[in-house]
Nanobody, 124 residues
């Protein structure tokens, strides 16, 4: 089992920045993929970014490229999502996830563990 705890969400004005953190605990050894997804009210959960904990290889949803950055600190078992130039339409609950595979995926159903989510609200 892997436990994931997100933090760093909050209220920010349009154009501002936030950094989300995801602390992993439990059986975190071995290579796997950490992902960030988000879900706005009445919308489906959508992929934001992913990173391989072993290689550091990253992938992003097209709309996030250039403004969001995912990174990891393996010594702390923590993954980060730096979000810049935020827009009101990016208001959502952001979820951290873990996939027990080095093969990255943009599909939420392919991830094995999830955090409780952290609310990000971007005001206009």
């Amino acid at each position: 089992q892997v436990q994931l705890v997100e933090s760093g969400g909050g209220l920010v004005q349009a154009g501002g920045s936030l950094r989300l953190s995801c602390a992993a605990s439990g059986r975190t050894y071995g290579g796997y993929t950490m992902g960030w997804f988000r879900q706005a009210p009445e919308k489906e959960r959508e992929f934001v970014a992913a990173i391989s904990t072993s290689s550091g290889r990253t992938s992003y949803a097209d709309s996030m490229k250039g403004r969001f950055a995912i990174s990891r600190d393996n010594a702390k078992n923590t993954v980060y999502l730096q979000m810049n130039s935020l827009k009101p339409e990016q208001t959502a609950v952001y979820y951290c996830s873990c996939r027990r595979s080095v093969l990255q995926s943009t599909t939420s159903g392919n991830y094995d563990y999830w955090g409780q989510g952290t609310q990000v609200t971007v005001s206009s």
